[in-house]
């Protein structure tokens, strides 16, 4: 088809279009050693995960830089190689930030915990009025049971609200390190698969590749001794143990949420063994801390420290109860 411009006809080029018999690229030759296979989310560059535009727009969030910012800050201000900045850095994260907001939700759960007979009391008062009142109103059962309900559910809120102990304030926790714990790790991986948005960039990734210890000098590639991502699934395991053997009478959901931590603890291990040393080192040292801040927080003094009030279930030996319930529910057992 013709086209007219500036007073003459012109044909306009064909449009290039590839052809079956036009031979393919051929790949581009690699040199070296052979390294363990890295899982696609952890070696993709962020440009090249069109598919996954959620996971494209995380890796390239502003927290993720300001991870990415504290970590090389750390490196290039202590001068420890990579496998120090990052233990330095989980410490003082989890030092600074979840360990005081684990202490503030064991302040609030021992509130509540310090309500639960008023709450009881109050639970069976109710209850006569209500059965009084059905009784002179007639009532049905139904009736009586959403009064019961309605008002029991005003009367806690009261009691919640006097002192300022909602529940839901015992979540922050996981409102802060989650997110916390998931910018790291996408940091991480931007800085061991060269895809950070620093301008050193490359220049990270080769030091990382030469900043481990021990058995993982390159922390670039997975552990493939996997005693790394064993060792995060065991102390994972911990926790999750550790806080079943304290809880009494818990409820079917709890017994749920309980098996379902278990099975994602163990189904890290796997993941841990196809990512970067780097992310699995800190996850490493996160779950230690989290152990140590889990541990910690029993302590009569600590709690005492905190001013985290006193409760009816609190023990003053309650790592020697760790330790006996421990090896009652696992050793001991025929």
């Not at 090389?72 to 030092?95: D, K």
């Not at 109050?122 to 059905?134: G, K, S």
């Not at 009816?312 to 421990?326: G, L, Q």
Request: glycine residues 6%.
């Amino acid at each position: 088809m013709l086209c007219r411009l500036g007073g003459r006809w012109l044909r306009p080029l064909p449009a290039l279009q590839l052809r079956a018999r036009d031979p393919p690229l051929a790949p581009v030759p690699t040199s070296g050693a052979k390294r363990p296979t890295l899982s696609v989310w952890a070696v993709a560059p962020v440009s090249a995960v069109h598919a996954n535009g959620w996971y494209e727009a995380l890796a390239a969030s502003s927290p993720v830089r300001v991870a990415e910012e504290v970590l090389l800050g750390v490196q290039a201000t202590t001068g420890l190689p990579w496998w120090g900045s990052i233990l330095l850095s989980t410490v003082a994260l989890r030092g600074a930030v979840t360990l005081p907001l684990a202490a503030y939700q064991h302040y609030i759960l021992a509130k509540v915990e310090n309500l639960q007979p008023e709450i009881k009391a109050i639970a069976r008062h109710l209850n006569q009025e209500v059965v009084v009142r059905a009784n002179q109103l007639g009532w049905s059962e139904r009736v009586a049971r959403l009064t019961y309900l309605k008002n029991m559910k005003r009367l806690i809120s009261e009691l919640y609200v006097r002192d300022n102990c909602h529940p839901f304030k015992a979540t922050v926790l996981v409102w802060i390190q989650l997110p916390m714990w998931i910018f790291m790790s996408f940091a991480l991986r931007n800085l061991s698969t060269g895809a950070a948005h620093s301008e050193a960039g490359f220049s990270v990734q080769e030091q990382l590749a030469t900043g481990g210890i021990l058995w993982f000098p390159d922390l670039t590639a997975p552990d493939s001794t996997w005693i790394l991502p064993i060792s995060v699934g065991v102390i994972n395991l911990l926790i999750v143990e550790i806080s079943a053997l304290q809880k009494i009478g818990i409820s079917r959901l709890q017994t749920y949420v309980t098996y379902f931590v278990r099975a994602m603890s163990v189904l890290m291990i796997p993941v841990a063994a196809t990512v970067p040393s780097s992310i699995v080192l800190y996850w490493l040292c996160s779950s230690f801390m989290g152990l140590s801040q889990n541990l910690l927080l029993r302590s009569p003094g600590f709690r005492q420290l905190c001013r985290i009030p006193s409760t009816k279930s609190d023990s003053e030996t309650p790592y020697k109860d760790i330790f006996a319930a421990f090896n009652t529910k696992f050793i001991s057992r025929k």
